[in-house]
């Protein structure tokens, strides 16, 4: 936010003075140390203890200024002087700490479920990391990984079919039934990825209990010159190569962005040997246009492509279960080469996904606004298994998913009475098999169509903000699936689910530095098409799997509380306690029976329903130990229970402590925001799993230790972001709990990652 | 006017495109539902394990037949391995043949005395096991258990001799027969 205000001033000799006060855009508080950079004049100033700077003696013209401070969001502006002139400027907390989001684009509209967001800053410094990567500093955010680059979020428990994943405002319709399917979006394109931590989403589509992604492209601004990024980043394990740029301008009276990204990477190593075939590559693209007619009707163009190879562990393919017993009792895994490769062999998948969006946005007034979004996707995944006859080049997977979105959302905020936003949303979705594999689908061609409605009210009354909404969904599953049995013939089913949700909550806001809000919320969930209809071996997990066409909804009640505050003015604190219980919880259950096949025995597993209870708690905290160093702690606890069975939820993270110690050193010539930071990752063992409900036991606890060093060069109009950042210094030898390829094989060792973003 | 056009386009949305396309029930090529072991002695006297296996994955269960073989004798063993699930029937036995480094047959017996030993290789010199001999000595009861696996490492320690511990590569084929030796 940016309040100018142009002070009467005599022009004399053109010499102008720019002034202003740097503020905290949540406390209010002034930002002392805040750098102002203005690029035409390579001229910095830095904030005193009221957040005030001042530069003098300017001739009338245009200017670029840059704003930066360490834990806030750079910001660039671009001004004319033609008089002295005064400005205000509100920073943004970065990612970490006290952050409200904006989740309905344009008016600060702060929703009262809790969010936390990753900016493009963090994603720029992280770039040779997926999605899912990318969001695991948010303290409840894990990853399931299957090897390589492959890994799924994991928010407060919920990861597949539990968590939607909205991709510019519109539900990803990808595969997300698969744990091993990457979601098929580039971190790149987003100007900040928000994590919804709800109680139940009710503004987005999507069969969800509650938590959200939102990558968020942004808007453009009306910026007239050509500005952009190049990034790129060098890892050494798996030797990756990472490049990615951006341009935007404003021109004639078109805002335009382009983004581009290429990554190349081979096998990853553990301390003591390669892990053959996880390489990958990406080659993905994102075109943004924006116009406004007469500020009142904002438009929007949006084109994203993204293409990926994902090389997966030679050593974890495996025929039968004999063959995962023998796995299992190795230490090193079949098939591994001396020698490090950037070959991407079998097995290995390939997936891409093209979104179009168009967007428009009315604004009656201020307050006022509606919202009409289209998008079309089309996502496509193969997957290479090893065929018996080196011949066949087929894919052993091929899916191809269309689907139309249409919402039309109408908002009005602050008035007197009751804040709403309101909205309809209609998908259809058409997942196909393209009948190339010569092997029977593991999950059928179907058709879902579905319809829903939500509205929320918002009431403010002194510190107090109150919160309540409501979401319909009426969804038609149309499924044909190929019988197991002969003669093989196609069988319909027609399933219709109707979805309801409520959720309320209150906050409570005592001052600008301390808040609390408690939330409940109900939702339901259907059974997604792999849950009823899949029936089949699952190669991968050496399991057949059987859906069961009977199952209903999920059924979720959760409660949430979290208190957000600064106190002493030192130490910052952000907690969120929260307890979930899913009724009917859908999950994958060894059937105990097994299936004789001319492959041997295969165990059979089934997907049932249970009640489920999941709690757990985040909580971060950051003390400022003196201006320069700060030290955090993240705690993330989390519990689930399957209350039928009195045994614990597989695929829940294990507790795990992650401890920070920051360094912010004094600018030195051109260089500012130079920054050390070390940290300790403590990950405990995931216990009390029984043993019959995996193939081998969690592995024990492990801890690594990281460290990254980053600091900007000012030159001229450009700015170079360089960062060394060492993941696993001291090369521990580890498995992960959530990492799949633990059955096979260990994590990966130490890896260097040298990086530097221009920006112009 | 506008509302009512909205509301259209809605209702079309969503009745259109409902119904997924009809799958096309795949060409399971690569299926080998029908493995048979058969011995023949000196006499030419015939001794055959089979397993057939149809519906591949599917619930129906597989269906097996066993022989007895006689105490101290020698017999010349052959594998065929067939899909028979479409027609016309598969050979796949040519198959594995045309690629045999990239497969090979593993033998193991819990009857006492029993000896099953390669008799054919690939172009490196190397076992494949279509083509084996088979020795029995003393009566007795147990199992036999043939598995093939698809891209061994046959230069591993003790593969070569038929030992499937370092074998590596993925099982194909698993089955166990009940043998009586008499």
């Known amino acids: 936010m940016i309040i100018l205000s142009c002070l009467i001033g005599t022009a004399q000799d053109n010499s102008f003075t720019l002034k202003g006060k740097i503020l905290d855009a949540h406390t209010k508080e002034p930002v002392e140390f805040a750098t102002i950079y203005l690029k035409e004049k390579s001229r910095a100033a830095i904030t005193d203890s009221l957040g005030s700077f001042r530069f003098d003696l300017l001739p009338s013209g245009s200017y670029h200024i840059a704003v930066s401070y360490l834990g806030f969001e750079p910001k660039e502006y671009f001004l004319s002087i033609t008089r002295d002139t005064s400005i205000d400027i509100s920073l943004d907390q970065d990612c970490h700490i006290l952050e409200e989001v904006e989740i309905i684009g344009h008016h600060h509209n702060v929703s009262l479920q809790s969010s936390k967001s990753v900016n493009n800053q963090w994603i720029q410094q992280h770039s040779t990391l997926n999605l899912a990567e990318v969001l695991q500093t948010i303290s409840g955010v894990n990853v399931i990984k299957s090897g390589g680059d492959i890994g799924i979020p994991i928010v407060q428990g919920m990861y597949g079919n539990r968590l939607t994943i909205l991709n510019n405002g519109v539900t990803q319709a990808g595969q997300q039934w698969g744990l091993d399917h990457n979601p098929e979006i580039d971190p790149f394109v987003a100007k900040q990825v928000t994590v919804i931590k709800g109680v139940a989403s009710l503004q987005f589509q999507g069969s969800t209990l509650g938590n959200v992604v939102l990558v968020e492209p942004g808007t453009i601004g009306n910026e007239p010159h050509l500005h952009g990024k190049i990034n790129y980043a060098f890892a050494t394990n798996g030797r990756s190569h990472n490049i990615n740029t951006e341009l935007k301008s404003f021109t004639k009276n078109i805002g335009w962005r382009i983004n581009a990204t290429y990554k190349k990477g081979g096998d990853r190593n553990t301390p003591s040997y390669f892990l053959r075939n996880t390489g990958s590559t990406q080659r993905n693209a994102a075109v943004q246009i924006e116009k406004s007619f007469k500020n009142k009707l904002h438009s929007q163009l949006y084109f994203s492509t993204f293409n990926a190879t994902y090389g997966i562990l030679r050593g974890s393919h495996i025929g039968n279960l004999s063959d995962l017993e023998d796995a299992l009792g190795r230490s090193v895994p079949f098939f591994t080469e001396d020698s490090f490769s950037y070959d991407i062999d079998r097995p290995y998948q390939d997936v891409g996904h093209v979104l179009i969006k168009s967007g428009n946005k009315y604004f009656f007034d201020a307050n006022k606004k509606l919202e009409i979004n289209y998008a079309f996707q089309r996502n496509q995944r193969k997957e290479f298994d090893i065929r018996r006859s080196s011949q066949n080049q087929k894919p052993a997977l091929s899916l191809e998913a269309l689907a139309h979105f249409v919402e039309g959302k109408f908002e009005n905020i602050n008035t007197d009475f009751l804040g709403i936003n309101t909205g309809v949303q209609l998908s259809s979705i058409k997942n196909t098999n393209i009948p190339e594999t010569d092997i029977l689908p593991l999950i059928p061609n179907y058709t879902t169509n579905q319809i829903g409605q939500y509205g929320i009210v918002s009431k403010e009354i002194n510190k107090w903000r109150m919160e309540a909404g409501w979401r319909v969904e009426l969804l038609r599953i149309n499924a044909a699936v190929i019988s197991q049995t002969l003669p093989r013939e196609v069988r319909n089913y027609n399933k219709t689910f109707i979805n309801r949700s409520f959720s309320t909550g209150v906050r409570f806001e005592p001052s600008p530095l301390l808040h609390s809000a408690l939330n409940f919320g109900y939702a339901q969930r259907q059974p997604a098409v792999n849950e009823l209809y899949s029936n089949g071996l699952h190669q991968g997990v050496s399991g057949i799997e059987i859906g069961d066409p009977n199952l209903g909804s999920e059924t979720s009640l959760k409660a949430s509380l979290s208190l957000d505050g600064k106190f002493f003015g030192k130490l910052h604190i952000e907690s969120m306690a929260y307890i979930q219980n899913i009724d009917n919880y859908i999950y994958l259950a060894p059937d105990g029976e097994v299936r004789l096949t001319i492959r041997g025995a295969f165990p059979l597993f089934r997907y049932i329903q249970t009640n489920a209870l999941i709690a757990g708690w985040d909580v971060t905290s950051k003390y400022d130990l003196s201006k320069r160093w700060s030290a955090e702690t993240q705690w993330s606890l989390i519990r689930g229970i399957d209350r039928d069975k009195n045994q614990r939820l597989v695929y829940m993270p294990s507790n795990n402590l992650q401890i920070t110690l920051q360094y912010h050193f004094p600018d030195i010539k051109h260089w500012r925001n130079l920054l050390i930071r070390c940290s300790e990752h403590i990950v405990f063992a995931q216990t009390e799993l029984d043993l019959v409900q995996d193939y081998a036991p969690p592995p024990p606890g492990y801890h690594l230790f990281n460290m990254s060093l980053s600091g900007d060069l000012l030159v001229k109009h450009v700015k170079i972001n360089t960062y060394l950042q060492i993941e696993n210094v001291f090369n521990a030898t580890y498995r992960d709990y959530l990492n799949r390829m633990r059955y096979f094989a260990d994590d990966t060792g130490r890896n260097v990652v040298a990086g530097v973003v221009v920006s112009f | ?182």
């Open chain 2, 1 to 182: 006017m506008i509302r009512h056009l909205f509301t259209l386009l809605l209702i079309s949305l969503l009745f259109s495109a409902c119904d997924p396309d009809d799958p096309i029930v795949p060409n399971e090529e690569e299926v080998i539902t029908t493995m048979t072991y058969t011995l023949t002695d000196s006499n030419n006297n015939t001794v055959v394990f089979s397993f057939k296996d149809l519906d591949g994955d599917g619930g129906n269960s597989p269906v097996v037949t066993q022989g007895t073989l006689k105490a101290n004798t020698s017999y010349e063993g052959t594998v065929e391995l067939l899909n028979e699930a479409g027609s016309p029937v598969e050979n796949i036995t040519e198959e594995v043949q045309k690629e045999a480094d990239a497969h090979q047959f593993f033998y193991s017996s819990t009857v006492p005395g029993i000896a099953i030993k390669y008799e054919d290789e690939d172009n490196n010199g190397k076992p494949i096991g279509l083509y084996t001999s088979l020795v029995t000595k003393d009566a007795g009861n147990g199992t036999l258990t043939i598995v093939l696996r698809h891209q061994p490492n046959k230069s591993a320690t003790n593969v070569a001799n038929g030992d499937i511990t370092n074998a590596g590569g993925e099982t194909d084929i698993e089955v166990t027969f009940d043998v009586t030796v008499q």
